[in-house]
């Protein structure tokens, strides 16, 4: 499986390695706003990586570190 540094594009099923240390799994591809949707666990409403729950979440290609594509 590759991992894609600084990635310039997501799609659904990704693993998600965000520059804050957290982790999630996406559950759409990128859409024409830069933003998509991804499952976290360990995070609240807030994005606290402490949080305690998983989550629906909606990032944009900023926050990410990298991404390991299946």
């Known amino acids: ?4 540094k600084a990635p310039k594009q997501v799609k659904r099923g990704d693993v998600m ?3 804050l240390s957290q982790m ?3 559950e759409t591809d990128l859409d024409k706003n830069g ?5 976290e666990g360990n995070t609240n409403a807030a994005g606290d990586r402490k949080g305690g ?5 909606s ?9 390991v594509r299946a």
């Not at 729950?53 to 979440?57: E, G, N």
């Not at 990032?59 to 991404?67: I, P, Y």
């Open 1 to 4: 499986m590759p991992v894609i």
């Open 17 to 19: 390695i965000y520059s």
């Open 24 to 26: 999630g799994i996406a």
């Open 35 to 39: 933003v998509f949707t991804a499952i």
């Open 53 to 57: 729950a998983v989550l629906r979440k």
């Open 59 to 67: 990032r944009k290609l900023d926050g990410l570190r990298s991404l």
